[in-house]
């Protein structure tokens, strides 16, 4: 005789069942097993900071989180939590997160952890990035393999960046003579460029002075170093 006394909470078993064993049996003996269950879910977090200081976590942004499920059973596609969904012309199921929290975080719960004995892969990616933040446009993929069957992940965003210009001139005698004045000067006009494998590319459109002398470049990336050139003046 061979009793199975089954323990823990359910685990999801594939169509061509799971072989428990191998067990030694005796004749007119009782072999009795104990086969402890594992949840076949867990959880995945994410957290969001800024790449010029991880220590700062922001809050506000998105994530799609997508599962091939071109071989799964129906009985395991049920299992994924709500929210998912097929992607058109695609094998993938696909769900975007509720925005992170004040910590930078969000937890996608209730996620299968294996198709059969095979570790399912989810793949992350940034939707939508918290205010005056550049996303993070490189993709994580990572299994729930951690304790308890989890995972995380760290996407780190570029914060922007302005650069405001002022322009003045002033008269040469009345600098020599020590009192020098500074004007306002309206319709100079400055390019900026960035650094891109060691050539300057120019970033947008050359801009001019407004009547207040002044002038702003904005929605720049504040990873990277920029080059101001006074192309012109009045």
Partial sequence: NLIHTQSGTGVYVDATGVY?????????????????NTPNTGSLTITKVNVKNEEQKLPGATFTVTVDVSDWSQELLALLPEGFAPVEGTTTYALTTAATNASGQVTVSGLPVYNGTTLISYTVAEATAPANFFKDETPQTNELDGEGYTASMTFKDAPYAKVSITKRWYKQWE?????????????????????????????GEPLE??????????????TKTYYVFELSNP
């Fill in 175 to 203: 600098a020599d003579s020590q009192n020098r004045v500074d004007y306002i000067m309206e319709g100079a006009e400055f390019a900026i460029f960035e650094e891109v494998e060691g050539k300057l590319v120019q970033v």
């Fill in 20 to 36: 428990y064993g191998p067990y030694t049996l005796e004749n007119d003996k009782t072999n009795t097993q104990t086969i402890t």
């Fill in 209 to 222: 002075t407004d009547e207040n002398g002044a002038l702003t470049f904005e929605g720049l990336n504040g």
